[in-house]
Every structure is written in structure tokens, then in C-alpha cells.
């Protein structure tokens, strides 16, 4: 009985873990019941004594703890204590998930389990991609619509910049997963499954006309490419990605709406329209200033969208409603000051260093993406940004402390 009780608490923390992972692209609220199923199969096992635990405690998901502890300390010299409260509520994951992480038994945290919940994650955004085009195709058959403005931009996928980087993130990563080692799968059927996942994920983002997400995507084939072509000594292979991104600038130059936004977004002259393109590029244009007029510890966790409001109207702009800075070392600046910039930095830098050190560089390249995410979006401002985030980060570290 004993032995049937053990099973059954490791197979619910296993399935919790990779449910954690499948939530990426759900709501919110589906996210919170994810980890909550994952605290309760921990604690089950704990109380069950039926697992020894080694605790993880020292590596860097330590540091995004103590991101989220210096945005809790900024709460105390806040005025407006109701958006601070509500700003710790959307980065909880930053503090949870770390947490969660060094109480996971570490038989659930080897590099082949690993690989299942980062699979998990592939899964996830690839089913998120079949549900946005089938309600998108949906909707234009029943209202007598055209298809193809239903299944791009705004309408494929409501947070274009965050979805284009769990899409470039999930290629590299179906690029990478061992297929064959972990399911004993042959070799036709492992490259059939990888060619097919890469062609979805092209597809998404050809449809998504986000202009971050074409630099993302970009990136993340020119690693691919480079890495089939220089380490895998696979040249033939390479041919593959570089069809698939060369069929993809053209098709997405010759796509009307591509080519009126990414025209928008490069002409320089600051509009009047109360529109996310005209508050991105006055950030742009007067970045400087914000740094320049940032102090040691920021206005505070609640004060920044007040912060900022004010310097949209000093500054000779009003979008008639509250933007965030679009680039969230600009938003950190603002609310923990130079202190909260410096410790954003070094949550990059350190799993940098011993990823160059590992050579795991596929890895490098997922916080490379992510750091240039947080240019063109404040994605620790959003729910989905902060948990997508947090899981890849305590995931990736996690990665680079396991030999097995």
C-alpha cells in the first residue's frame, strides 16, 4: 500500500508540473489553479514523508525572488498603496514559482524531466495557435467575414508581442528536445514532428504581423541555422529553417497589413492618435529623459502609472489614457530607481555567464529573445509576461544546475 501511495504522490506531482507548464497561454485564473494544484501535490508528499527532499536552495532563481522583494519594499514609499498591492498580485509568479522550485523533490528536476516540461510548454503554445485560427476562421464563416484579417494581428492573438515570444522561444526549444532519446522515436518521425512544429509556428507568425515578433523569430532561426550548420554539422538539414525563414519575409512583405504596420512603427514623426504606436515611439524618443530624471530607488511600486501620466503631459503628449513604458528596464527604472535597473541586469547576467560557461547555448539564446522582449514590451507588467517568464527562468536554471 505503501508503495501504491508513493506512486500515486509522485505521478500528481509530475502531472501538476507539467499542467503548471501547459497554462502558459490560458487565463489568469487558470494559471493561479495550475500552481495551486502544484503546492498541494508538494505538500501532500511532504506531509506523506514519501520522498526524501535535498532542497535546491542556492541558484539563480534566488535572484528573481529578491527582484520581487525589492518591488515589496517599494510599497512602503508609494503614495498610491492600491496599485502597489495590485502590481505584486500580477508579478506573484516571480515569487512563487522560484519558491516552488527548491521544495520540488529533485528527482522531478533531472534534465529529462525537464525536457517533458518544456515539451509541455511547445504544447501549450501550439494548441493556443490551433484555437486562435479555428475561432478566428469561426467567426469569419459566421458573420460573412474575411479570413484573413480574423487570423492576423490583434484579432490572432490579443497580446501579439508576448505570444511572438513564446512562439520564438517554443522553436528553439522543439529544435533542441531530444525526441528520440526521450519516446524512442525513429529518425523520419522525430525530424516529421520537429519540421511539422517549426511550419505551425511560422505560420503563427506570419498571421501575428507583430513587429517585434519578426526580429524574435528571425533571431531564433538564425540560431537554429547556425547551430544545424557549425555544431550539428548537419548542412543538408539547414536547408530546412532556411527555406522556412526565406518563405516567410516574403510572404510577410506582401502582406498589406505587415507593410502599413512595420511603416508606421519605422516613420519617426511623432503622431497625434491616442494609439500604442504613437505612446511607443514618444518612450522611444525620450527615454533618455526618463533615465536622466530616475533617482537611486525609483517613485515606488504604485506610483508609476501617476509617474508616468506626468511626464506624458510635460512633455507635450496625451494618448487619453494610461500607457505603460513599453520596455520594462524603463519600468523598473521608474518605480525601483537605478537600484531595481542594476538587479534587473544582473537576473540576466549571472545564468548568462554560466550558460556561456556550459556552452548550453540554446539557452542563451531563450534569455537573449526574452531580454530583447523586454525592449518593445514592459512584460513583467502583465500576467501572462510575469508567469511566462518566471516559469522559463526557474525552468532554464534549474536546467544548468543538472548534470543528469
Known amino acids: 500500500m505503501k508503495l501504491k501511495t508513493k506512486y500515486f504522490i509522485d505521478k500528481f506531482i509530475y502531472f501538476s508540473l507539467v499542467i503548471v507548464c501547459l497554462s502558459i497561454c490560458l487565463y489568469p485564473l487558470y494559471k493561479g489553479l495550475a500552481i495551486t494544484l502544484l503546492l498541494i501535490s508538494i505538500l501532500t508528499s511532504y506531509l506523506s514523508k514519501k520522498n526524501?527532499?535535498?532542497?535546491?536552495?542556492?541558484?539563480?532563481?534566488?535572484?528573481?525572488?529578491?527582484?520581487?522583494?525589492?518591488?515589496?519594499?517599494?510599497i512602503f514609499y508609494s503614495y498610491d498603496k492600491k496599485e502597489a498591492l495590485f502590481d505584486l498580485e500580477v508579478k506573484l509568479p516571480l515569487i512563487l514559482l522560484p519558491l516552488i522550485f527548491i521544495f520540488i523533490p529533485k528527482k522531478f528536476i533531472t534534465r529529462q524531466k525537464l525536457w517533458y516540461y518544456f515539451i509541455a510548454v511547445i504544447i501549450g503554445f501550439v494548441t493556443y495557435v490551433f484555437y486562435a485560427f479555428g475561432m478566428g476562421i469561426s467567426k469569419a464563416i459566421?458573420?460573412?467575414?474575411?479570413?484573413?484579417?480574423?487570423?492576423?494581428?490583434?484579432?490572432?492573438?490579443?497580446?501579439?508581442?508576448?505570444?511572438?515570444?513564446?512562439?520564438?522561444?517554443?522553436?528553439?526549444?522543439?529544435?533542441?528536445?531530444?525526441?528520440?532519446?526521450?519516446?524512442?522515436?525513429?529518425?523520419?518521425?522525430?525530424?516529421?514532428?520537429?519540421?511539422?512544429t517549426l511550419l505551425i509556428i511560422m505560420i503563427f507568425f506570419l498571421f501575428l504581423n507583430?513587429?517585434?515578433?519578426?526580429?524574435?523569430?528571425?533571431?531564433?532561426?538564425?540560431?537554429?541555422?547556425?547551430?544545424?550548420?557549425?555544431?550539428?554539422?548537419?548542412?543538408?538539414?539547414?536547408?530546412?529553417?532556411?527555406?522556412?525563414?526565406?518563405?516567410?519575409?516574403?510572404?510577410?512583405?506582401?502582406?498589406?497589413s505587415f507593410n502599413n504596420r512595420y511603416e508606421y512603427y519605422a516613420n519617426t514623426e511623432l503622431k497625434t492618435e491616442k494609439k500604442t504606436g504613437s505612446?511607443?515611439?514618444?518612450?522611444?524618443?525620450?527615454?533618455?529623459?526618463?533615465?536622466?530624471?530616475?533617482?537611486?530607488?525609483?517613485?515606488?511600486?504604485?506610483?508609476?502609472?501617476?509617474?508616468?501620466?506626468?511626464?506624458?503631459?510635460?512633455?507635450?503628449?496625451?494618448?487619453?489614457?494610461?500607457?505603460?513604458?513599453?520596455?520594462?528596464?524603463?519600468?523598473?527604472?521608474?518605480?525601483?530607481?537605478?537600484?531595481?535597473?542594476?538587479?534587473?541586469f544582473i537576473v540576466f547576467l549571472f545564468p548568462i555567464i554560466k550558460m556561456l560557461r556550459e556552452k548550453e547555448f540554446f539557452l542563451l539564446t531563450i534569455f537573449i529573445l526574452i531580454g530583447f522582449s523586454f525592449l518593445f514590451e514592459s512584460m513583467l507588467e502583465k500576467n501572462m509576461g510575469t508567469y511566462f517568464f518566471a516559469l522559463i527562468y526557474v525552468l532554464s536554471n534549474s536546467y544548468l544546475y543538472k548534470e543528469d
Request: glycine share 6%; hydrophobic share 50%.
Open 52 to 74: 526524501n527532499y535535498n532542497f535546491n536552495i542556492w541558484n539563480y532563481n534566488l535572484l528573481i525572488i529578491g527582484l520581487y522583494f525589492l518591488y515589496t519594499i517599494g
Open 142 to 196: 459566421t458573420n460573412s467575414l474575411p479570413i484573413i484579417p480574423e487570423i492576423s494581428y490583434v484579432n490572432l492573438a490579443g497580446q501579439p508581442s508576448y505570444f511572438a515570444l513564446i512562439g520564438a522561444i517554443s522553436s528553439i526549444l522543439i529544435y533542441k528536445v531530444p525526441l528520440m532519446e526521450l519516446f524512442k522515436l525513429k529518425v523520419k518521425l522525430n525530424y516529421f514532428i520537429k519540421g511539422a
Open 210 to 256: 507583430s513587429t517585434s515578433g519578426l526580429f524574435l523569430i528571425s533571431f531564433a532561426s538564425i540560431y537554429i541555422i547556425l547551430d544545424l550548420y557549425l555544431f550539428e554539422k548537419k548542412k543538408i538539414l539547414t536547408l530546412y529553417p532556411l527555406i522556412l525563414i526565406t518563405a516567410f519575409y516574403t510572404l510577410a512583405f506582401n502582406f498589406d
Open 279 to 344: 505612446q511607443r515611439k514618444f518612450i522611444n524618443l525620450n527615454a533618455h529623459k526618463i533615465l536622466i530624471q530616475s533617482s537611486l530607488f525609483g517613485v515606488g511600486t504604485g506610483d508609476v502609472k501617476s509617474t508616468l501620466n506626468k511626464f506624458y503631459l510635460d512633455n507635450g503628449a496625451n494618448f487619453g489614457k494610461y500607457f505603460n513604458a513599453h520596455n520594462q528596464y524603463l519600468q523598473t527604472n521608474i518605480a525601483l530607481g537605478f537600484i531595481g535597473l542594476c538587479l534587473l
